[in-house]
């Protein structure tokens, strides 16, 4: 089952589905083993990547009621009306992190689909795929292992996965 915030907002911007990609352990629960590795803090915002270039896909948000409210760097962040909010990250475009543009290809590349009704579906990143770009944004932070939500969210993937680190080992090696 995906999180509330992730169908809330699939509610408000039905017609954009198909060009986000969904991310986060808490998006992967109904394909991970067991429960969380850790009490998760309240989720208040939607994190996606976008499958294309910004200048086609606001627009459209725009129209949808959902409105950019903040720009740093390559992450935007929208809120709706109705107080959802989506914290997106665009497309890679050749000019960051090497390392990391791959991790954001892959996490748009290695996706499932998730119905939500007869005709509404969400892409959603694989739990192998946000390995890497949850670690990515660890290694950006600069902060210690400890300290660090990506990090938490990485040994949750991992420690939750059917095969555990045994299904990281099948990820393309470039990740």
Request: glycine letters at 6%; hydrophobic letters at 45%.
């Amino acid at each position: 089952m995906l999180p509330a915030t992730v169908l809330r907002f699939a509610g408000s911007a039905e017609r954009l589905l198909n060009r986000l990609v969904f991310v986060g352990a808490d998006c992967c629960d109904d394909v991970l083993d067991a429960r969380p590795v850790a009490a998760r803090q309240p989720v208040s915002e939607v994190r996606a990547l976008a499958t294309v270039a910004p200048e086609r896909l606001i627009p459209e948000l725009e129209l949808s009621g959902i409105r950019r409210v903040s720009r740093v760097g390559p992450i935007d962040v929208f809120s709706s009306a109705d107080g959802n909010v989506l914290v997106w990250i665009e497309p890679s475009i050749g000019f960051g992190d090497p390392a990391d543009e791959m991790a954001r290809e892959y996490a748009t590349l290695l996706t499932r689909t998730v119905a939500l009704s007869g005709t509404v579906a969400v892409r959603v990143a694989s739990p192998t795929a946000q390995v890497a770009l949850w670690w990515r944004e660890h290694a950006r932070s600069g902060q210690p292992v400890w300290d660090s939500p990506a990090a938490e969210t990485v040994v949750e993937l991992v420690a939750r996965s059917a095969c555990g680190p045994q299904a990281m080992r099948t990820a393309p090696a470039e990740l």
